[in-house]
DNA sequence: ACAAAAGTGTTGAGAGTACACCCATGC
DNA sequence: GCATGGGTGTACTCTCAACACTTTTGT
């Protein structure tokens, strides 16, 4: 039985792409077209024939943002009946990461527009994109807490102030400045670049990531 | 611009089925026609369009073992071009865990014969399949320490003493019974049936599992 | 000199880990 | 009565969490 005797769906990539500037933020378009002219999504596209999955997202990376080179992870493959009025539409999620400072807007051709959202005022999303977002933001929380995903987000250097106030923006909780500094430098994943940042108050140290670094941590057992 | 100006790729969906039987076994089925004719593979099949992905998944998980009302989670999309010789397809893998008591086998009727193997003597798989069978396998011990899910793969009721067996053959490595037992004890997830197995030796207490309870813990932080 | 942010240690509580012997039954 | 597997407690270590003052700079 040949490939062709099974019908074939259409499949797109979807990325959510975050970034930090004061809050936690998500890159949305708003659709020119219909289904959902007007209304805000999650950038996307179709998968080309002879690329893979990730190559499809860094595609759409870029010509969203005009950025390579950053954090990718695969979410989730959503394929329910009518999540897209045109017809048989299955879409495979992709979340990245990508710093403040590297992004340069450009919207795609096939969007009027493209703007950052705070994820505490996120607008009316298209098809079930307000099913995909909260899934991504929950695997970022969980991922941050384990791993060191958390300096994808922030410049190459930072100070550790910076490096808090963003672990407490994410999480959206505060945390101990001594046990913080303490636990991290402890772990071995930042170093000191020499340099300082200066401003009001006292000059603080700047730190770079080590990407030697093993910067994941085993997760709590449940049972011993 | 209309779907059917892109380019469709077929899509199927492939089910890793653990059980535990003495070893952590995976089922596999031995491929009939080409390509791979002879081979083993994971079970799978296409995607039918008016179907969740997951739906195709209990699908296949049936027609396979005869099982439902197991634990299913889905793993990751695999769409490398070159993965399947016969053109263009996507798979989106899932993992099952099913008691082995539960299982009544049945070759589907694309399947010469299926089969139970140890993940300690796999035989050559067909397809990518040698690459999705570790990422599933690394992902049920992952979760397997901070989760519940160890428990889908045991009968109703159960000893102590197979519990540990089961988590140690999954994890590959011994545990301390003293320390085991408290935990799992003091973790609330599991209650006395009241009835007693009987052997050799003293007679040991049957417990099941109690689905009311919050069988996940805390992934241990990074940072604080 | 004062405002503003950086930097720095200690203590108490709880969880994790290592470890060895008695108990109930079948044969 | 003995072989077989079931069941139990304690002491030490380490990690986690809570908490407040001094230092350095710019104005």
Not at 54 to 72: H, N
Not at 102 to 128: K, M, N, T, Y
Not at 151 to 173: K, M, N, R, S, V
Request: aromatic letters at 12%; one cysteine or more.
């Amino acid at each position: 039985m040949a490939l062709e005797d099974y019908p074939r769906p259409s499949v797109t990539v979807d990325v959510i792409i975050f970034t930090l500037h004061d809050d936690l933020q998500v890159l949305l378009i708003k659709r020119k077209y219909p289904p959902f002219a007007g209304m805000w999504a999650i950038p996307g596209g179709f998968v080309q024939e002879g690329e893979s999955l990730e190559e499809t997202a860094l595609r759409e990376l870029e010509e969203e943002t005009g950025v390579r080179d950053v954090y990718l992870e695969q979410l989730y493959t959503f394929g329910n009946p009518g999540r897209d009025p045109r017809g048989w539409v299955i879409t495979v999620a992709y979340f990245a990461l990508v710093p403040c400072t590297a992004v340069d807007l450009q919207a795609g051709d096939d969007a009027a527009e493209a703007r950052w959202f705070s994820i505490h005022s996120l607008p009316l999303l298209a098809f079930d994109h307000a099913d995909i977002l909260p899934y991504a933001l929950q695997r970022l929380r969980y991922k941050l807490e384990y791993s060191a995903v958390g300096f994808e987000l922030l410049p190459e250097t930072f100070t550790l102030t910076e490096l808090q106030t963003a672990y407490e923006t994410i999480l959206d909780e505060t945390l101990d400045k001594r046990n913080f500094r303490r636990k991290i430098l402890g772990a071995g994943v930042i170093e000191r670049t020499g340099a300082y940042r200066t401003g009001e108050g006292r000059p603080a140290q700047l730190y770079r990531f080590r990407d030697d670094a093993v910067a994941e941590v085993k997760a709590r057992r449940l049972f011993p």
